[in-house]
């Protein structure tokens, strides 16, 4: 015949202690130092049979314990500086109320998160929470996808162009450009001047695609190595220059 044993797990040795005082109806006042400290040591025990690992804090609120117990044990009780006997158990009393106090502070703000997460508004997470739990999962469906699902798709898509009334138009406008119309246009301007800067090509006619085109027309004749350009005067200004013909001695 075999049975199992189920110990409580308690968050700290303090939480440990108040279980005991409340199971037994305890005076925290007055604490029965053999007592509590022996209920102690066989709980700690008990998760050592067990094979739990016991947490360090545990193991030095025991030897507090045990000093406690050690000092009520002496027959010459300590005296503070006003001629009072020191009570042992004080410092563990005070911790033991302050303990109290906090956790009872804790567990009154656990119950009113809960009851404010209860509430309908904007902002709820649970409500959120549940409603991101409702939406179709994308991945899911994608497994499932058949041939008629497919046409089923294709034939709502179809449906909602057949009934739109505009037409899309795309316009397409030529524009009265070409490279090489503007390549010439180019070789035109510097035949009868040694160079000519950019800004001239602009100011002759200021207009976007233009000055594209001419641009585009000047870096075609500098890889045909008709031209050459130096760095000229102003802001993002050069200089395109005709290229002189190599003679053959």
């Given at each position: 015949m075999s049975f199992e044993i189920k110990l409580p797990l308690f968050e700290g040795p303090f939480d440990l202690m108040l279980f005991f005082i409340e199971r037994d109806e305890l005076d925290i006042y007055d604490i029965p130092i053999f007592k509590i400290t022996n209920d102690f040591l066989e709980y700690l025990h008990h998760l050592?049979?067990?094979?739990?690992?016991?947490?360090?804090?545990?193991?030095?609120?025991?030897?507090?314990?045990m000093k406690i117990k050690s000092k009520m044990l002496i027959p010459r009780p300590e005296i503070n500086e006003h001629g009072e006997e020191v009570d042992p158990r004080e410092e563990l009393i005070r911790h033991?109320?302050?303990?109290?106090?906090?956790?009872?502070?804790?567990?009154?703000?656990?119950?009113?998160?809960?009851?404010?997460?209860?509430?309908?508004?904007?902002?709820?997470?649970?409500s959120e929470l549940k409603q991101l739990s409702k939406v179709d999962d994308v991945e899911a469906e994608m497994q499932d996808l058949d041939l008629y699902k497919l046409l089923k798709v294709y034939q709502k898509v179809m449906s909602k162009f057949a009934a739109r009334?505009?037409?899309?138009?795309?316009?397409?406008?030529?524009?009265?450009?070409?490279?090489?119309?503007?390549?010439?246009?180019?070789?035109?301007?510097?035949?009868?001047?040694?160079?000519?800067p950019f800004t001239e090509f602009i100011s002759y006619k200021p207009d976007k695609i233009f000055v594209i085109y001419t641009f585009l027309a000047i870096l075609e004749l500098l890889q045909l190595s008709l031209v050459t350009i130096r760095i000229g005067e102003g802001f993002n200004n050069f200089w395109v220059e005709k290229t002189e013909p190599v003679t053959m001695a």
């Open positions: 050592e049979k067990m094979e739990i690992e016991v947490a360090s804090e545990f193991i030095l609120f025991a030897a507090t314990l033991l109320l302050e303990y109290k106090k906090y956790k009872s502070v804790i567990g009154d703000l656990a119950t009113l998160e809960e009851s404010q997460l209860a509430k309908e508004k904007r902002g709820n997470i649970l009334t505009d037409e899309t138009m795309h316009t397409v406008v030529q524009y009265p450009y070409s490279i090489e119309q503007q390549k010439d246009f180019v070789m035109d301007k510097i035949s009868f001047r040694d160079k000519v």
